[in-house]
């Protein structure tokens, strides 16, 4: 058997730090691609105006994790991956009827970090940072940055949740909540563990898909001990992410008793055809995850080269159907804003 969790030479505990040497996912989160250039150079991308790119990404920048790039084919600018996170010049056409907020979170916001739009769950925003910008982001126009969840303001949403009593599940969202240092992440936990009418605990995370070194043994053996119910609903599209580190890091998630979940969303160039649908199913059930949902995407300014139509995703969801066991095929969904759940296609 592996180990679950990677001991790299830099990260084994040294004689003179042995409990405070820095995690090695921070190192990874502190060094990823930040420069269009420069994934050009890794992916051997010779023919891009790296200029043309950077006019793209002025405002939502680049970022990828190196672990990504590395699952990404070189010489192939059409790499469903690379798709993903490489800027384009589409993104900066204005197109009519998109918005920069489809969802009217800036409403839908009834204390700051806090949507409270469903029955019985609640949904926090304890960070607006991700390891990964997807150019397809409908957070894309929010203030980006490392923008936390203040003391005060996250009292303000404890009460509120303790003061209503049907909020029996907690979203931790993002951007990625598992972006934050453990000691935050523990802290902020603890305190929704004392609410006694909160039972279950979800995160909204693309970590363990994009930085699985994230998930090590101090997570896991943190996550292992809450006594919430706990969810993780985790972010891929294509099958080419789940590779062999992150089928561990996820392995060793569903080991801790918790139950794991995928949303995908469906996006032309990257996952608009029925064969990559179903392999990324197959692939997220080897790697223990339930695909849950597939989103339109919004309509969001600068992603409609990445739409695809109602009718045909009604068409891939028939196909899924045709080839997949039930339980493998993900709820086709939209968000409406204003309505009572995500609308089911
Ligand atoms: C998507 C979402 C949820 C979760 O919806 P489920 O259908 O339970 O997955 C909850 N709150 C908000 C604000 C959401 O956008
Ligand atoms: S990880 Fe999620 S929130 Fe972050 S940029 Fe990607 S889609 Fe948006």
């Given amino acids: 058997m592996e180990p679950l969790v990677d001991l790299t030479p830099d990260f084994r505990p040294s004689t003179t730090t042995p409990l405070q040497s820095t995690p090695r996912w921070k190192k990874s989160l502190a060094n990823v691609v930040r420069d ?12 891009i105006d790296a200029a043309e790119l950077g006019k793209a990404c002025a405002d939502f920048p680049l970022r990828v994790p190196r672990g990504f790039v590395d699952r990404m084919t070189k010489g192939s600018l059409s790499d469903p991956l ?25 409403d839908a916001n009834t204390l700051p970090g806090l949507l409270h739009k469903y029955t019985g769950r609640v949904l926090i925003t304890l960070t607006s940072s991700c390891a990964v910008h997807c150019r397809y982001c409908f957070r894309r126009h929010f203030a980006y940055g490392d923008n936390r969840l203040g003391d005060s303001a996250w009292q303000n949403l404890l009460d509120y949740i303790e003061r209503d009593t049907s909020i029996t599940e907690v979203i931790l969202s993002g951007g990625d909540p598992l972006n934050l240092p453990d000691s935050i992440l523990v802290s902020r936990v603890a305190d929704i563990e004392r609410i006694a009418h909160v039972t279950r605990l979800r995160l909204h995370t693309r970590q363990p898909v994009v930085l699985p070194e994230r998930i090590d043994d101090t997570f896991l053996s943190w996550l292992g001990k809450s006594r919430l119910n706990r969810v993780m609903v985790i972010h891929a599209n294509h099958a080419n992410e789940l590779d062999h580190s992150v089928e561990k890091a996820l392995r060793a998630v ?9 949303q995908s969303v469906l996006l032309d160039g990257v996952n608009n055809d029925a064969n990559t649908l179903v392999a990324l199913s197959e692939r997220l059930f080897t790697c223990g995850v339930l695909p849950y949902y597939l989103h339109l995407p919004d309509r969001v300014q600068g992603t409609a080269h990445f739409h695809v139509s109602d009718e045909r995703a009604h068409q891939l969801q028939s196909a899924m159907q045709a080839r997949l066991p039930g339980y493998l095929v993900p709820k086709l969904a939209r968000e409406v804003a204003g309505e009572s759940s995500k609308q089911h296609l």
């Fill in 254 to 262: 569903a080991s801790t008793g918790t139950t794991l979940l995928n």
């Fill in 82 to 106: 690379l798709r993903q996170v490489l800027p384009d010049a589409a993104e900066l056409v204005e197109t009519q009827h998109y918005s920069t907020d489809p969802l009217d979170e800036l």
């Fill in 36 to 47: 269009p250039a420069e994934l050009c150079k890794l992916l051997h991308l010779s023919d």
